[in-house]
């Protein structure tokens, strides 16, 4: 649970309640998540320093000739940084408005079609993929009870295709006959549909073949019209020779103790998957829109993907095996992984939810992660084939938590979880079985009898004395909550849980006694 104060609470008693527009019943309103330190973006700039050592010691010790990267808090650039060139012949700087190839990451633009293409009512999430990409329908499953192939499928990598990332890259630039050749001879599955994570290439390249049909237009161009323009992102492209050479990073591998230059790879059948091309300061925006669809509001839609979308597209989907690893401190991390809409989620014990996604073809590599509730993220992009960020993001953002900044929203309680706190407050000092029956759910005295439930808040009377409720207020989300009484003698921990009912009720109370507010447990994410 986290932590708001009542006085803040109160507040939202004097909102009105908006009304329903199907059944006219008064919605339960709360104000939107919020951060509680006014001071968190001072904090947190304080780490920009230590990130930049970061990634300049990774850069030279791993010989990326150029690198870009930039954080983003609150929907706003906070700091970008730069290190070497983006080519080695003339040794040209790299800056923020230097073009590197981001790869994979073009796979969340692909998400974002679909999702803008459904919300237009041109497609369905759990429409089969031959629908749309007629090629697909004499595909030969791998049992007779698999289902068809569906979008939901492909976007979430459980399509059942095997991992393909060594052949994936190199099928960037080939043609839509090639694609349909590809397709109409088979695609062997791993797994049937629908049972698995495996990484497909394939299945994002399909995709594109689906915005593009539905569309009626090219995936490049409807990309272009529908998502980068309304985002102002001007320096991405999917086409290499789009960019002015003065400012595109060349790629580079490093062997035999040297840079070689790897070929460019032009814009294919496959770019829905791979392809995409943009400047630190373009991706910056994708990002901060991303980011925007949190916290669910009323305020009015600014985007061209409604934020109820966006935030669909960043839930896990798609369950991948946990990772244990060792942080940069020696601790042991474990991390609950899954792939959501063309983007990679995961959960550890210290951050609820980290989104993004890596990008790495010959040449290039690329992350952006972000922190959903903590409104906080990551991106850069490197001009060596597979340039490896992952170790130095963890150690960025442990960075960022040491500043003490790195907090999450609070969730902020509903008039009627701050009335029924009140009231239940009033029972421990004083039982009134007026008030108990007129919060209590039906379930509640069902569950414990009433006679029972009073006994049980007088002998907390009796232990513990006069008690009050201070404004401190541990909020889960609107309707469940919990708080700590001082008390004469010790304090008491309360909880409730409101029902599913119109006006919401009491349906679980649990009183706790403690000698010391010290002694009342903290919940935890992960255990100890």
Known sequence: MLRTTLAAALLALALPL??????????????????????????????FPEIDRIFRAYLDGAHVPGAAWAVVIDGEVAHMGQHGVRELEAKTAVTQDTVFRIASMTKSFTALAILKL?????????????????????????????????????????????EDNPWGDQQLAITDEAMSALMTQGIPFSNPPGI?????????????????????????????ERLLAPLDMTSTTLEADAVAPSRLALGYRWEDETWKLEPALADGAFGSMGGMLTSMRDLARYVAFMMSAFPPRDDAEAGPVRRASLREMQQPWRA???TVSRGADGGVQLSNLAYAFGLRTTQTCALPAI?????????????????????VGILAAGNLTYTGWGPRFDAAFEALGRTG?????????????????????????????????????????????KDRRRADFEAMRIKHGVCTAGEDFDVENALRGAWTMACERGVVRAAITLSPTMPPKVQFVSLQSFARAADVPRPAVCPP
Do not use: C
């Open 118 to 162: 459904r919300d237009e009512g041109k497609l369905a999430l759990d429409d089969p993929a031959e629908r749309y990409v007629p090629e697909l329908a004499g595909l030969a499953y791998p049992t007779a009870d698999s289902p068809r192939l569906t979008i939901r499928h492909l976007l979430s990598h459980a399509g059942g295709f095997p």
């Open 355 to 375: 989104v993004g996604h890596a990008g790495g073809l010959p040449g290039y590599g690329s992350l952006m992660l972000w922190l959903p509730e903590h409104g």
């Open 18 to 47: 908006s009304g329903s527009a199907q059944s006219g019943a008064p919605a339960v309103k709360a104000d939107p998540p919020r951060f509680a330190d006014p001071e968190r973006r001072q904090k947190l700039a304080a780490a």
């Open 196 to 224: 698995a994570y495996e990484y497909s290439n394939f299945g994002f390249a399909i995709l594109g073949r689906i915005v593009a049909r539905v569309s009626g237009v090219p995936y490049r161009d409807y990309v272009a």
């Open 320 to 322: 991948r095996p946990a």
């Open 405 to 449: 900044g790195l907090a999450p929203r609070v969730p902020q309680p509903s008039p009627a979880l701050v009335d029924l706190r009140a009231k239940v407050s009033g029972l421990v000092q004083r039982w009134d079985d007026g008030v108990a029956d007129e919060i209590a759910a039906g379930n509640l005295y069902l569950d414990r009898s």
